[in-house]
T-cell receptor, first 115, second 113 residues
């Protein structure tokens, strides 16, 4: 059973804390993604990675960084959490772009609350 | 620019009836794929159906079908014989020849008993 897992389903942090969200996939996918989901705004891409140590900014990278040291793991880092980063964070993975029929597989999501 | 538009923030349907969720897209890629995902209240995103831009026939998966009108750049999801478990958010997404996916803002579907 293919899977994308995220380290936490719910997380509560304080303003200014450094926050790590971990994502692991077992499908040997090259591409991994971090999205933020807010009501009425859909899914917005924060960062994605198409290979180990490679990353590209998405639509809303400000306040976030990422790390991909191993193919199966993609981490999202909030350097100094702020209340406007309270949101649902979704990780996804997919096969490379040449296969346009390859869908994204999603993790269960992390609901982050920053107080 | 790549863009997905879902104009229905919320929809209601009677149990056992059919419902159509609208999706229009904009892309300059000659080849692209269109996807629909379901997100129940639990939060996980569930892949439902895929349509390729060169596919001649509309995609179907069980009770789900995709009404693909290329000239109109629309990819509406049709759910037949709605069930209470169909109540969820539904997202339309597109992938071009790059690695990125583009998502709409979603439609919240409520099935009424």
């Amino acid at each position: 059973d293919v899977k994308v897992t995220q380290s936490s389903r719910y997380l509560v942090k304080r303003t200014g804390e450094k926050v790590f969200l971990e994502c692991v996939q077992d499908m040997d996918h090259e591409n991994m993604f971090w999205y933020r989901q807010d009501p009425g705004l859909g899914l917005r891409l924060i960062y994605f990675s198409y290979d180990v140590k490679m990353k590209e900014k998405g639509d809303i990278p400000e306040g976030y960084s990422v790390s991909r040291e191993k193919k199966e793991r993609f981490s999202l880092i909030l350097e100094s959490a702020s209340t406007n980063q309270t949101s649902m964070y979704l990780c996804a993975s997919s096969s490379p772009g040449s296969g346009i029929n390859n869908e994204q597989f999603f993790g269960p999501g992390t609901r982050l609350t920053v107080l | 620019a790549q863009k997905i538009t879902q104009t229905q923030p919320g929809m209601f349907v009677q149990e056992k009836e059919a419902v159509t969720l609208d999706c229009t897209y904009d892309t300059s890629d000659p080849s692209y794929g269109l996807f629909w995902y379901k997100q129940p209240s639990s939060g996980e995103m569930i892949f439902l159906i895929y349509q390729g831009s060169y596919d001649q026939q509309n995609a179907t998966e069980g009770r789900y079908s995709l009404n693909f009108q290329k000239a109109r750049k629309s990819a509406n999801l049709v759910i037949s014989a709605s069930q209470l478990g169909d109540s969820a958010m539904y997202f339309c997404a597109m992938r071009g020849t790059g690695n990125q996916f583009y998502f709409g803002t979603g439609t919240s579907l409520t099935v009424i008993p």
